[in-house]
């Protein structure tokens, strides 16, 4: 989540920035404790790479993906650029695989997703365990294209497949005193590069949380998704599931999720964790509240091409959806509770 690529001339700093300012610098920045945040500075040699990422045309990998039986859910097919399957599966943040947005798909093809072992416990009136099978034939699947913006302001049109959380939330009965909702990613550091070390996994406690509250939660755009493009999903975008909540930024959006436990307080998201200052709990897409570090007005839309020469556009509040989810949030200041 933090810019490694920027553009050329800040590459370059070093060579134009006295030394003592641009040492000064690297010491600010390893003062945070965020190594990758001072990837760009150290290692200008590899950054051409991200410059220049395009990605393979043929993106499939060793990692075999299932075609999945689903119906189109025409309430959300409306999107036209759709972003282009080989950038879906090679453009991703994955910190358990690595920093670099070419890390997860370059580290995660030999990935086991079955078995797979999901438990969802905590405040709910039948706790259950669903194994692989479970997740992609217990519920009906359906599609829908969403967008999807990331915190460093590039975005991607995705059709997924998958069943709304509300439809879990509801096998499982959720007891009334529940509030919040909370995700956790699989802990396995012999399969997670990223797991293994704190500089590869970006500073990272692994596992990786993520929250939602109730309301949130239980809004029919929350999906649970098992699939994208017609097929399940590959390791780098969260093999066998995860979360997709689309008005959020993406880091919302939990990867390779085990764990769903529905709690009466607010759990503690691992971005927050790591920059309480920079990345809040609700993480609403918001053009007028930019990070610290960079405006969220506009976003690169990710299509053909090279990634850093895209087509920007404005941000859109709550990225689009601003209809379907403005009402969770009345009452609520959306600049202070970013
Ligand atoms: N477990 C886990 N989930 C994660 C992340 C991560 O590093 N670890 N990155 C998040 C971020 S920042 C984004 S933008 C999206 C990217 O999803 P995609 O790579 O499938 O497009 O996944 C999110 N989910
Ligand atoms: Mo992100």
Redesign the pocket.
Known sequence: ?LIKHTKKSQLKESQLTSESIYKDRRNIIKGFGLAALALPFAKPASAGLFDSFTGKDDASGDFQRTPLNFTKNPDYQSLTDLTPENK?LQY?????FGTGKGD?YEHSQQFKVDPWSLTIDGLVDKPMTLNYEDLLKKFEIEERLYR?R??EAWS?N?PWLGFTLATLLQQAGVKSDAKYVRFE?VYDPEQMRGQRSRFVGGSINFP?VEGLTIEEAMNPLALLSVGLYGKTLAP???API?LVVPWK???K????IVKITLTDKAPRNTWQAIGPHEYGFYANVNPLADHPRWSQRNERVIGEGNVFQQERKPTLMFNGYEEEVAHLYKGLDLLKNF
Do not use: D
Request: aromatic letters at 20%.
């Open positions: 989540m879906v991703n943040n994955f910190y358990e997860p999807m990331c915190v991607m995705i990613t990786y780098q975008n969260g995860r930024y993406g880091f959006s939990i990867k390779s």
